[in-house]
């Protein structure tokens, strides 16, 4: 949680103002993502925006993944930590993978 949002007075932090949540469900592989905003109106619409754009920084998925490394940790899954690096790893390497197969092998800015 960032310092903003714990200088927040506990009756204004309680009322939801956006939020977006991915889930699985048992038998599927398919991600599930549901979003919703508490109003139509401009408060939520900026936080729905504020995720919207936290969701896009590399730094929200070290945070997410360190979240979830203290957790497993805690609770002594040393075992699943090390799997779920490896499963996020792995698409890390893919996506680099890809990126690199649709670059030519000599850039044009090369050859003049």
Known sequence: MSNKEEEKPEEESEELLASI????????????????????????????????????????????????RKGLVASGEEEILLRILTGVGKNLVQQTVKKDENKPCISPSDML
Do not use: F, P, Q, R
């Open 21 to 68: 949540c991915y889930s699985v469900y048992k038998d599927s592989k398919d991600v599930i993502i549901d979003a919703s905003m508490g109003d139509y109106n401009e408060t939520c619409t900026i936080a729905i925006i504020h995720i919207l754009n936290a969701l896009s920084k590399e730094s929200h998925m070290v945070e997410t993944i360190d979240m979830i």
